[in-house]
């Protein structure tokens, strides 16, 4: 039996099709006309901080080494008798994968012989192969991967501000681990990773694009294997709200000093956590808004370029909102915010400029829809939130200042604040 | 998707792609000069004034809170290099008017605020607005500074310099940070003036509905200056050194990189890029397969070729003591294919990611405008179907001539100060 469901957009007329497979499998499915691609993702609540688990069925919990979700990713894309890409190659579809903090996801992108593509992603995602020998061949090339990311100055400066902000929480560590993290993986740890993340109950098929819903459902019908719920649970330690240190520096051989400066706010999940996000992402906007005076200011005495960015940045058990950019002076800019965010909450948001940027919210998430790619990630990040692909849009247009207010005065507090630094070298 | 190409003036295109799926439109504006040390970084700066504020939103403040009010509308410049010409530019994207919530008419907005960054720009006693123009020479100057961030950037980078050098195409698309130092707002703005002028213009529009008013708007405003469009060489073959040449330089970084450059005297240009396919660009190639995968060398190792300039790159990250193995396994790659091992699986594979590719022209604005812009730097007009067919009459032997055309030119390498094993 499946469960079946359109979900539309009030506002734009958009939707797509939710299904709950009777493999426990959530498919979401978005038929787009006039395009020539299709995207799909397969993806799983796993990510680098799901470091410690259990099932219903284990009365300890497990503990695995960092970065183990990552290397598990690299390694599913092995079979027993060839690699996926190969499968791939006879199809010409673009395959690859990714692992992020919460998710792991593999995806293709095709414009013909989509149906051939779902049967290879589905087929390869539940059929897993580890030896010692596969296992033992892929360290090298993390290893490789993990030097190339710790020369990253971006990726250097956020994990300096994530491990400033959280004392216990595993967001602060790498999504590849490190090198002495990952020789402790092993076959046997791969497959009971697997088997306990791996469950159609805890994942998600997202496809967009050229496609038609039935022919997916018969595929799906056809490839996925009914999984019971294993009542996983994922813990993470207590994290203290105050945050480990104010600030960190670290000197780099970088052309240009670079910054992020983070606010450790209260995590959240579902529909509570999509309108913080939706106020996050409005104070985001007026506090980068060149048209307002203190980017402008700062934007005058060359304290800030146009790399002035900030984001929302959150998961199971983390929420921050970062401020980022180059920088030779970066504790200005926080004198800067702070003083702005004090004075937003005692003066009030201008309600022009609140609905201003409000309507420039709404342009970039409807831009979106324009977009294959953008569709099949907006569906998987519904699921992976607890929420439905459109909310984002209505809960934005629902949005007051009153909202936007009562999130600067209780999330964004100057103790909770750090600031991380890559500095060029003397 | 209705295609409409026409000329507005001398040496000035416009391509207008109606396409009713999209819900946004997209504009880019593209002038087209040889790269030249004298004025690269002067255009450049005199271009990149321009999408920050106009005779009307004489600020980047008043500029940003007019394109924010319109549904977070962008402006941009543009600024790169292709072969041995310098395209320089302005952007534009918007929400389609269906989806204005109170009705605005976005497009006709739009109009105006391109009309006024090309031909109303803020300027007094010719010369750009002081404060904008310090704004973008302080940002330019940063990106250069910030090139060094992306280790791998950088060392395709100097690579490029390595292997051009004293061509065009070696020239960076801002010129140098000493001239981009030394330029003033009145130099900015009289090297744009000539851009109007002397420039190869090609206007692109997308949009889910034909819409006159830029056609309009900008054959009226061109219409105003006395044009003298110069012929602009993009495609030259790099000349071959004479002796492979190695450039290493040494940075505290944990991982080094290797880029090595190859030249061709070959104008097969299909042959050469399904060569490049099958050694090193996807994931069933060559390189992935047995520099990574085989040998667990390296997490990248890719090729890519550019024959608009008779070059061939291939670039890993690789540890020190690796740095040769590595080398050698491509070197012995290479080989292969010009020895015709190559199989039906590497050459179908090929056609059919070039296929999966080529379909996907029309799914973005963006990629309308990048296939016809393409098409126009390369004087070759075709479709993406023509332009697929070309791949397939491509045969084994044109495959196995173009790589025995590759030969080693120079080396660059970004080395750790580790002491080597």
């Known amino acids: ?426 | 998707m209705i295609y409409k190409r026409s000329e507005l003036g001398k040496g000035i295109g416009f391509t207008s792609m109606v396409d009713s799926k999209f819900k946004s439109c997209v504009l880019a504006v593209y002038f087209l000069t040889e790269s030249d040390e004298k004025t690269a970084a002067l255009n450049n700066l005199g271009t990149g004034v321009l999408a920050v504020s106009n005779s009307r939103y004489p600020t980047y403040a008043a500029m940003s809170e007019k394109l924010s009010e319109l549904y977070g509308a962008s402006v941009g410049s543009i600024a790169k290099k292709k072969g041995d010409a310098q395209i320089l530019g302005l952007s534009a994207s918007w929400l389609d008017d269906k989806y204005a919530i109170d009705g605005e008419d976005i497009s006709g907005e739009m109009v105006s605020i391109v009309h006024d960054c090309l031909f109303a720009p803020n300027v007094r006693d010719g010369a750009y607005d002081s404060e904008s123009f310090a704004m973008v020479k302080k940002d330019l100057l940063d990106n250069i500074n910030a090139e060094f961030n992306q280790k791998r950037g950088y060392a395709i980078t100097r690579a490029v310099q390595t292997a051009y050098r004293g061509e065009p195409a070696a020239i960076m698309e801002y010129g140098s940070k000493e001239a981009v130092l030394s330029s003033t707002a009145e130099e900015a703005f009289a090297a744009y003036q000539e851009l109007l002028k002397t420039a190869k213009i090609e206007i692109y529009l997308v949009s889910p509905d034909e819409d006159n008013k830029f056609a309009d708007m900008f054959r009226e405003s061109f219409a105003e200056i006395e044009r003298a469009p110069k012929d602009v060489s993009i495609r030259s073959h790099s000349p071959l050194k004479a002796e492979v040449e190695t450039v290493s330089e040494e940075y505290d970084v944990n991982q080094c990189k290797a880029v090595l450059n190859f030249k061709t005297d070959s104008d097969d240009r299909y042959a050469l890029k399904m060569v490049s396919i099958i050694l090193g660009e996807l994931p069933f190639s060559k390189l992935f397969l047995n520099v990574r995968e085989k040998l667990s060398l390296c997490y990248y190792c890719t090729s890519r070729s550019i024959s608009i300039k008779g070059a061939f790159f291939v670039d890993c990250g690789v540890e020190r003591k690796n740095i040769e193995k590595a080398k050698a396994e491509i070197l012995a790659q290479l080989e292969e294919i010009k020895k015709g091992n190559i199989s039906d699986m590497e050459i179908q594979g090929s056609l059919m990611a070039l296929d999966n590719a080529v379909s996907q022209v029309g799914d973005t604005p963006t990629s309308y405008i990048t296939w016809y812009a393409d098409c126009f730097f390369e004087n070759d007009y075709y479709t993406p179907e023509e332009h697929f067919n070309r791949f397939r009459g491509v045969t084994k032997e044109r495959m196995v001539e173009a790589a025995k055309s590759l030969k080693l030119d120079s080396i660059y390498l970004m080395l750790n100060k580790e002491v080597q094993e």
């Not at chain 1, 791969?190 to 595929?219: H, P, R």
């Not at chain 1, 706010?265 to 956590?273: E, H, K, L, N, T």
């Not at chain 1, 607890?386 to 009153?402: A, F, H, K, R």
């Open chain 1, 1 to 426: 039996m499946m469960k079946k469901e359109i979900l539309t957009s009030a506002r734009t007329g958009d939707s797509c099709i939710h299904v709950k497979h009777s493999s426990g499998l959530d498919i979401y499915i978005c038929e787009m006309n006039g395009f020539s691609g299709v995207e799909a993702l397969f993806g799983t609540k796993y990510g680098s901080v799901n470091t410690m688990f259990k099932t219903a069925a284990d009365s300890d919990y497990t503990v695995v080494p960092e970065g183990i979700a990552h290397f598990l990713e690299h390694k599913l894309f092995e079979n027993e008798d060839c690699g996926v890409f190969e499968l791939y190659a006879k199809t010409g579809a673009s395959g690859n994968a990714y692992t992020s903090f919460d998710k792991t996801c593999y995806l293709f992108n095709c414009s013909q012989n989509y149906e051939e593509n779902l049967k290879i992603l589905l087929d390869f995602v539940q059929k897993p192969y580890f030896t010692k020998e596969n296992v033992d061949k892929e360290m090298g090339i993390i290893g490789q991967e993990i030097k190339m990311t710790n020369d990253n100055p971006e990726w250097r400066v956020f994990f300096n501000m994530l491990r400033a902000m959280y004392h216990a929480h595993p967001v602060k560590i790498d999504i590849a681990g490190t090198v002495e993290s990952i020789a402790k993986i092993d076959a046997d740890l791969l497959y009971k990773c697997y088997d306990t993340f791996y469950n159609l109950n805890n994942m998600v098929l997202s496809i967009a694009g050229n496609i038609s819903a039935d022919k997916v459902l018969e595929i799906c019908d056809e490839y996925l294997k009914p999984c019971a719920d294993k009542g996983l649970e994922s813990v993470f330690p207590p994290e203290p709200d105050e945050i480990v240190e104010a600030e960190t520096r670290e000197k780099q051989p970088v052309g240009a000093s670079i910054f992020n400066l983070g606010y450790k706010c209260a995590p959240r999940s579902g529909i509570d956590r999509l309108k913080a996000v939706s106020a996050a992402s409005i104070v985001s906007s007026l506090l980068t808004d060149p048209a307002l005076p203190m980017c402008e200011r700062l934007l005058k005495d060359e304290v800030i370029n146009s790399t002035f960015n900030c984001e929302v940045f959150y998961g199971d058990g983390y929420f921050t909102l970062i401020f980022s950019g180059e920088a030779e002076k970066p504790e200005l800019i926080r004198e800067a915010v702070f003083a702005e965010i004090d004075r937003l909450i005692a003066e009030g948001i201008n309600e022009k400029d609140f609905q201003r940027v409000k309507k420039s919210a709404y342009g970039i998430m409807v831009r979106e829809l324009n977009n294959v790619e953008a569709v099949a990630s907006l569906m998987l990040n519904a699921y992976m939130e607890n929420v439905s692909p459109y909310d984002s849009i209505s809960i934005m247009s629902e949005l007051t200042c009153g909202d936007v207010i009562d999130f600067m005065r209780s999330q964004l507090r100057r103790d909770r604040c750090v600031l991380s630094v890559i500095e060029t070298e003397d």
